[in-house]
């Protein structure tokens, strides 16, 4: 089997904890790959909401080096996704919140001279940007300007996290296919559901701009009383297939981010969920797709420099 997964936090784990990504307890770690013919992870570095300018930008600086010294310790099995390198494991850098770039363009540039290839805009508060999920208001001055820098480097723009408000203006200005690379459809009724996952209007603009919604394992945002663990994402998988999103659903696990059924706990599950989901009688060709054909096919389009 092939696997494309649009969002973990792994490496900021392994940083904070000084952990290799070959050898450790986390959800990732690249010794548990086996059975995955084809592995490309986008690893996250999270932005935490108490931090900003400096401080966000130096936060970020030190898990990307972190990732790149990983990267280099285990040149056998990871390299980066536009690296000819056959290994196992394809990596791409991204950033969970736009506060990374301290509030200016150079700081956007400087993100992009650095590797980072998928920007989420915010996390849960305000940025510079624009609002997260738990907090109101729209994009900001700066984050109009942001999104048109973003999207003139290549860099893919993720609308996880956004506030109902800042997604609408977002829609309204971007102009690129755009993500989110780790949400669900909003048929869990709890304050987390109702705050991060997307309505059907947002599904629709998202599948019309010939986006992505990369299904994220949270159990806070998938669970219910009557549907724990793979059953809970087998609900999410058929919302979004009866909203005809059989071309724009992918995996955004949210990995060493958030509390996972274990059911789904580990990449090391990933084969068995997926011969699970064959034996539910899921359609294979929308399994490939789910796993892995619409995340790559996504990012062949969008960005021909990460192509291989």
């Excluded at 690893?43 to 300018?53: K, Y």
């Excluded at 010294?69 to 969970?96: F, G, H, R």
Aim: aromatic share 10%; glycine share 8%; with cysteine.
């Amino acid at each position: 089997m092939k696997y494309f997964d649009l969002h973990c936090d792994t490496i900021g784990e392994c940083s904070k904890n000084n952990l290799s990504l070959r050898d450790n307890n986390l959800h990732i770690d690249l010794r548990s790959t086996k059975g995955i013919e084809e592995y490309t992870q986008v690893f996250a570095v999270w932005i935490p909401d108490e931090l900003r300018g400096e401080d966000a930008v130096a936060y970020f600086d030190k898990t990307a080096d972190y990732f790149y010294k990983e990267i280099e310790a285990n040149k056998d099995l990871v390299s980066l996704y536009n690296e000819p390198n056959q290994t196992s494991v394809k990596a791409i850098l991204s950033v969970e919140g736009g506060s990374a770039c301290a509030g200016t363009i150079e700081g956007l540039y400087h993100l992009y001279e650095r590797g980072v290839r998928l920007i989420t805009l915010t996390w849960n508060a305000v940025n510079e940007i624009g609002s997260g999920a738990f907090s109101e208001g729209g994009l900001t001055p700066f984050g109009r300007v942001f999104i048109k820098e973003a999207e003139k480097l290549g860099i893919v723009l993720d609308v996880s996290h956004l506030n109902r408000q800042s997604f609408f203006e977002f829609a309204e200005i971007a102009e690129k296919p755009f993500v989110a690379s780790h949400s669900n459809g909003d048929i869990v009724d709890n304050k987390y559901g109702r705050k991060r996952n997307l309505n059907k209007e947002q599904i629709q603009i998202i599948k019309q701009r010939n986006g992505l919604i990369g299904l994220n394992f949270c159990r806070d945002f998938i669970e219910t009383e009557n549907a724990k663990g793979i059953d809970a994402l087998c609900r999410q998988i058929d919302y979004m297939l009866s909203l005809g999103c059989e071309d724009v659903i992918a995996i955004g696990s949210d990995y060493d981010g958030c509390g996972i059924h274990k059911d789904l706990c580990g990449i090391e599950k990933i084969p068995l969920l997926f011969h699970e989901l064959l034996n539910r009688k899921i359609d294979e060709k929308i399994i490939n797709k789910l796993f892995y054909e619409n995340a790559k096919s996504f990012f062949k389009k969008y960005n021909k420099s990460l192509g291989h």
